[in-house]
Every structure is written in structure tokens, then in C-alpha cells.
């Protein structure tokens, strides 16, 4: 069994800052690559930032430049450095990662956290 929790999320006004981090736990034997997704009410959820195994990052366009993901490989964390927060960021933000689980071999499962609600207010 492998959980993914998130935190940080919260209510911010527009301009401000928020952090995101994901915790993975459990039968780990390797995190591959991570990302963040989001899913905004009535639409569908959508990749924000995403980091491969050897931490190079890749953004949505309208994130590019304000957020910032990286991971803690010793810790099994991701984290979403959001920075110039705007209202359209608003949504409930998921971890996602995939996983080589313990006793599995090299195959990759995937899994995703409960999310954390981002609301920015104008």
C-alpha cells in the first residue's frame, strides 16, 4: 500500500504565496516521476507541474514562471512552490506519483492524493 497526503493549501488573496507538499508512504521502493494536477469546479482536471526522476520540471503555460516544483527524494516529498497567486489558480490541487512498489519488481503503479483546497481570493 502506497498514500500520498497533501498539504499547505488554504485561502489567499491574489499576489500571495502558498506551498504544497505531498507526502508518499509506505511499500516504496523507488518514486519515479511526480506531478501536481488540479481540477477547478466544472472542469476537468488538468496537469500543473510535473518533475521526473532526475528533477527536471515542466509547467503548464499559465504556471510557468510563478510555480515552482521540486522534489525531497530522502524524505519521499514533492513539493509546489506557487508564487503571484491569481484567482483563476483556484481548485483542488492532487499529488500524483508513480511508484515502484516494494516486492513488485520494476513495475511502475500509479497513484494520487485526496487533494488540498487552493482558493484565491480577488
Known amino acids: 500500500q502506497v498514500q500520498l497526503v497533501e498539504s499547505g493549501g488554504g485561502l489567499v488573496q491574489a499576489g500571495g504565496s502558498l506551498r504544497l507538499s505531498c507526502v508518499a508512504s509506505?511499500?516504496?521502493?523507488?518514486?519515479?516521476?511526480m506531478g501536481w494536477y488540479r481540477q477547478a469546479p466544472g472542469k476537468q482536471r488538468e496537469l500543473v507541474a510535473r518533475?521526473?526522476?532526475?528533477?527536471?520540471?515542466n509547467y503548464l503555460d499559465s504556471a510557468k514562471g510563478r510555480f515552482t516544483i521540486s522534489r525531497d527524494n530522502a524524505k519521499n516529498t514533492v513539493y509546489l512552490q506557487m508564487n503571484s497567486l491569481l484567482p483563476e489558480d483556484t481548485a483542488v490541487y492532487y499529488c500524483?506519483?508513480?511508484?515502484?512498489?516494494?516486492?513488485?519488481?520494476?513495475?511502475?503503479?500509479?497513484?494520487w492524493g485526496q487533494g488540498t483546497q487552493v482558493t484565491v481570493s480577488s
Open positions: 518533475i521526473t526522476n532526475g528533477a527536471i520540471g
Open positions: 509506505g511499500s516504496i521502493f523507488s518514486l519515479n516521476a
Open positions: 500524483h506519483a508513480n511508484v515502484v512498489v516494494a516486492g513488485m519488481g520494476r513495475v511502475e503503479r500509479s497513484y
